[in-house]
């Protein structure tokens, strides 16, 4: 294996299906995987009020998604049940550890990516890290709610550190 990707998770509905935020980190996903040879995918997401209340993880829908796509069920690694971005990280270490891989590609949404950077390259020191930003439409109102609250949530980060599990 020459690599892994990631896929971060995002919000689905009541009965699972995506929202076009995940459709569209999948598709992405999806685009980076077909570029590269020897990669394989790790889909985030679990539980969680704000983004997935079924009985199911939330990732299980993406790797799903995915299958339906055309990605060959070999190249599905274990999913990481994680509730926000830095379980995303923390959680998907061991696998990636597991699988002894250096060289990972991250997919997000384009509006998320500033505080996905900063958590996985401390979360992944030492790493071949590469970033991809899904874009989605959203009118300038929402996308300036999205970009509100994601810095927020970066500086208390920075403030507090990266949560541990």
């Known amino acids: 294996m020459n ?4 896929i971060l998770g995002s919000p689905n509905d009541e009965r699972g299906n995506l929202s076009d935020i995940g ?54 690694l274990e999913i990481a049940e994680s509730r926000n971005t830095a379980e995303d990280a923390l959680l998907a270490m061991p696998i990636v550890e597991k699988h002894e891989v250096k060289s990972l590609i991250i997919v997000s949404s384009d509006f998320h990516m500033k505080r996905v950077k900063y958590i996985f ?27 509100n609250h994601e810095e927020r949530e970066l500086k208390k980060i920075k403030k507090s550190g990266i949560p541990s599990l």
Not at 121 to 147: H, P
């Open 3 to 6: 690599g892994i990707i990631i």
């Open 23 to 76: 459709i569209s980190r999948l598709d992405r996903g999806l685009q980076e995987y077909r570029k590269r040879k020897g990669y394989k995918i790790l889909c985030t997401g679990g539980f969680g009020e704000h983004f997935n209340t079924t009985e199911r993880p939330h990732a299980e829908y993406g790797v799903n998604y995915l299958l339906q796509s055309g990605l060959a069920e070999i190249d599905v």
């Open 121 to 147: 390259k401390r979360v992944f020191r030492g790493f071949n890290l590469k970033f991809y930003g899904a874009q989605t439409n959203f009118t300038d109102q929402q996308y300036r709610a999205l970009k």
